[in-house]
Nanobody, 124 residues
Framework: VQLQASGGGLVQPGGSLRLSCAAS????????IAWFRQAPGKEREAVSY????????DYADSVKGRFTISRDNAKNTVYLQMNSLKPEDTAVYYC??????????????????WGQGTLVTVSS
């Protein structure tokens, strides 16, 4: 199983970025994929998740209304569209996969596979 996260970069406050998580080595529909982030000196926190079988999604309160998670099953890829970015969104963003029904979206330890992380910096 491999997850490849990409799309991070430097953006000004109020700007947008789209992160991608390309998955391989497993049956896409059998899993859920989540995005977590970790800012310097802080604990890893859940940002959003999507069920690859039925499309159910959820978001952390801090990103609701600004971030949108989506999937392209044909490309085995999950996206995180991030709009109205704030300096407090600065972090390394990780995508992670877990088997459907065997995870808790908020708990990183329940996810089995992780991508390498992509850095998002929001600064003027």
């Amino acid at each position: 199983v491999q997850l490849q996260a990409s799309g991070g970069g430097l953006v000004q406050p109020g700007g947008s970025l789209r992160l991608s998580c390309a998955a391989s080595g497993f049956t896409f529909d059998d899993y859920a994929i989540a995005w977590f982030r970790q800012a310097p000196g802080k604990e890893r926190e859940a940002v959003s998740y999507i069920s690859l079988s039925d499309g159910t999604t959820d978001y952390a309160d801090s990103v609701k209304g600004r971030f949108t998670i989506s999937r392209d099953n044909a490309k085995n890829t999950v996206y995180l569209q991030m709009n109205s970015l704030k300096p407090e969104d600065t972090a390394v963003y990780y995508c992670a996969a877990a088997i459907e029904g065997d995870y808790s979206p908020e708990l990183a330890e329940t996810f089995d596979y992780w991508g390498q992380g992509t850095l998002v910096t929001v600064s003027s």
